[in-house]
């Protein structure tokens, strides 16, 4: 997730998988509530106990068995479409999930639709919604800069929740300098956002981090706000991009738990500009870049990790294309770089055998 320093430039908020385990009813899947929370299944455990299953396979669940984890599509990587579009090319270029922006939403319901009819879209496409983007000023550093920012944050709420999303982000703006940022504040105050989300909304508010917020600019501030909310359901929302840009480094995702995780934005940074440059726009595929997604992908892997891989990228150039040819190329290239993290080199072959055959 990204977003300017008010509530997003108006791209971010107006912006905007096929399941592919055949032997599963897309809709009476995600119906049934397994999809809703990203728990893993598996066909195998449908098999024979006297069948002998590989127990690599058996990890990877999704993806005609390519990955451990379900693929999500920001619906901001083509953002020049409509949203009922991007359902469409979600479902067709394979991807199990779809991430919507709440400015999408909220034009749904101005041009006089509702969001159960969206979500029946969505369902009906085979796909589940993780998360949605966000709740925007979320954290206001005054008393009276909250309670004045509550009403929105619960429309936002209520509109993730019409469509079934499991998370929304919290988005810890305003912006301020750093010594105004109160961690102990914004931990009370998401835990709010949590009891306000999970009792009345049925969904669970999740911190992010981004570069361009001072107070909440890497990985261990969102955590700090996390952990100090003391309350079971405290989750971050980690993004590769930021993790770079800001200067978290990589190697703290292998001291936290997986289920403290709610949704793994994944995309890649190219190795110019340089990192101080580096801007939203400037995302590319990933595998296309110099980010450590591999040894990323091996550490979520180790620490239990089973929800969303997504995918988000704000790059004008993909914008111009064909919306599915960039949603294909994107799925490809994510699979490519967890087969690579993950399987040893000899089921690869095996894999790449079989896709040709």
Partial sequence: MSCGDRDGPASCRTSTGRFLMDSIDRRTFVKSGVALSAAPVSVRAALPPEQDTDPLEARFQYQDGRSPW?????????????????????????????????????????????????????????????????????????????????????????MASAIGSEHIQVIPQPRRPWQEFDLEWASDRYRDLLEIGLKDYQVNPAIVFVQFLPGVSRLGQAAAIALDADHPNARIIPDVFHMYIGGSGFSSLRQIQGDFIAIFQFNDAPASPSRDQLKDEHRVHPGDGILPLESCLRDLQSIGYSRCISLELYNPLYWKQDPMVVAREARDKCLSVIERALRPASSLQSNNSRSHS
């Fill in 70 to 158: 379900p693929l999500c599509l920001d619906t901001a990587t083509i953002r020049p479409t409509s949203i009922q579009e991007k359902i469409r090319v979600a479902s067709e270029a394979g991807f199990e999930a779809i991430e919507p922006w709440d400015g999408e939403l909220h034009q749904w319901e101005e041009s006089g639709r509702s969001l159960e009819e969206l979500r029946s879209m969505i369902e009906d496409a085979g796909l589940f919604v993780p998360s949605v983007i966000g709740l925007w000023n979320a954290i206001p550093g005054t008393r009276e800069q909250w309670e004045a920012s509550l009403a929105a944050s619960r429309n936002r709420m209520r």
